[in-house]
């Protein structure tokens, strides 16, 4: 049954902010295409979310846009698996993913430079989708290019300011059509708006999350437009919400990606990446969190730690192939990691080398990547150019690092620009969590030797 006769017969109300409903009356009949061209408010955790159905007669879908600070409304509804998107629309999911089908609703794309002619439907706003190519789909978003525009005391930062934070003006990105968001969480101690949770609360300092309130996953894992659900794709123990898709996180599909494609690894999941030639093309995407190198076999920006699942404290917390790793001594936690083969050795994906190491536990070994100060075995472990360097001591006897003679060699490499020289030994080595033991400001990761304990003091913000 179409709207305006849901509407006719009082199922559906003239509903929506935006929403006010036009009618004009021809020998005292309602004016479908007027009253389709509509926005209608719904609610995607109603039973009914009241959609009705498009002018072809087929079901209405609830899109949650709340999600992203906007007015949740209805579009028509689509299956990603069979239209997952065209030339003019994407299919976003929004219910309950089988083998066979994935519900959802169709977004009409959009070309952000086209401003506010960029979707043809009043009310709706162009949100971009990728930061390095002009593309976006029309949602009930306020875009914006500087927290200036963000005018909700709340969601009072753009998302442009986070990006510039972590990637600075190297990585060449867009900036404008992004949205508004509420940062500094944690270290305020501030509450999220409801439906949203800080990020820093959830996930560790390792992992150098920024401080900002993140949408949670619907019931179905399902996220808006530029995320990704953590337990969907890493571990089933995971928080369950959602994290922007910046370059080096693993996807479902291209949406899920704030950057770039969503590439196969080669390993049973997909990351967000952008193409490359060579390793100087990876060099702009580098952050705090990451570190890239070019895969030559696939022609696309890799990161290590893609291969490092989600925390989890059983196999049956992990996804696909991976089972539960809980390395070093005294391991509470543990990454969902890919189990060594019979013979202990480690397949090579993406470019990027694989270890295998034993478990602190009585479970079997398991292929951790080579990152900057992980052990190895010999220089074929390490990426990006590191070595395997010995340290001297029996644990570990070598791990991925360069030669220094000086923290300001650790610091002129960008796989080892936060770390500090190791003298006697002259390696590289990761700079010290907070409360860790340390002689200098320069060995800690927040930057500061209590001088009368002797440990690093905690990092600001945490």
């Known amino acids: 049954m179409k709207q305006w006769e849901q509407w006719v017969k009082g199922k559906v109300g003239p509903i929506a902010a935006v929403l006010g409903v036009v009618f004009s009356f021809a020998s005292c009949k309602v004016n479908e295409s007027a009253f389709q061209a509509k926005l209608y408010a719904c609610n995607p955790s109603a039973v009914d979310p009241s959609c009705g159905t498009d002018t072809e007669g087929n079901n209405m879908s609830c899109v949650p846009a709340y999600q992203l600070g906007g007015s949740n409304f209805c579009a028509s509804s689509c299956d990603a698996k069979i239209s997952a998107e065209s030339d003019s629309s ?9 083998s066979a089908a994935a519900p959802g ?8 430079t086209e401003g506010a002619g960029a979707c043809a439907t009043v009310g709706l706003s162009c949100l971009r989708t990728d930061l390095r190519v002009n593309e976006g789909v029309c ?6 290019q500087t927290s200036a ?3 909700d005391p709340t969601r009072a930062t753009c998302m442009s300011k986070l990006l510039q934070d972590t990637y600075g003006d190297k990585a060449e990105f867009k900036a404008d ?5 509420q940062t500094g969480c944690n270290a305020t101690g501030s509450s999220c708006s409801p439906g949203e949770t800080c990020l820093r609360k959830e996930l560790s300092q390792a992992a150098h999350p920024p401080d900002i309130c993140v949408p949670n996953c619907d019931s179905n894992y399902n996220c808006p437009p530029n995320y990704f659900c953590i337990p969907a794709l890493y571990s089933k123990s995971s928080p369950a919400i959602c994290i922007p898709g910046l370059p080096g996180f693993r996807c479902k599909t291209k949406l899920d990606c704030l ?6 690894s080669g390993s049973g999941f997909n990351y967000c990446s952008t193409a490359c030639t060579a390793d100087t093309d990876c060099a702009k995407l580098d952050s705090e969190q990451e570190t890239f190198i070019c895969s030559h076999d696939k022609g696309y920006c890799v990161g290590s730690r893609v291969f490092i699942g989600g925390l989890c404290h059983q196999d049956t917390d992990c996804r696909g192939n991976e089972i539960c790793g809980f390395l070093g001594a005294n391991a509470k ?16 994906f993406s470019n990027v080398p694989q270890m295998c190491l034993p478990q602190s536990r009585t479970a079997p070994p398991v292929c951790v990547p080579t990152l900057f100060g992980n052990p190895c075995a010999s220089d074929a472990n390490c990426m990006g150019g590191l070595s395997c360097r010995p340290t001297g001591v029996a644990s570990p006897p070598a791990i991925c690092s360069i030669i220094c003679l000086s923290d300001a060699d650790c610091q002129g490499n960008r796989f080892t620009k936060n770390g500090y020289c190791q003298t006697p030994g002259n390696y590289c080595l990761p700079p010290i969590r907070d409360g860790g033991k340390c002689a200098a400001d320069v060995q800690c990761e927040s930057k500061s030797c209590n001088t009368t304990s002797k440990t690093c003091d905690r990092s600001p913000g945490w």
């Open 177 to 181: 059509h992004t949205y508004c968001l």
């Open 149 to 151: 525009e963000c005018r």
């Open 259 to 264: 950057v770039g494609d969503c590439v196969e």
């Open 105 to 112: 609703a169709m977004l009409a794309k959009c070309d952000p």
């Open 90 to 98: 994407v299919c976003v999911v929004t219910g309950t993913e089988t």
């Open 333 to 348: 936690d543990g990454n969902c990691l890919l189990p060594c083969a019979t013979d202990g050795s480690c397949a090579t």
């Open 139 to 144: 949602m009930t978003v306020s875009p914006c």
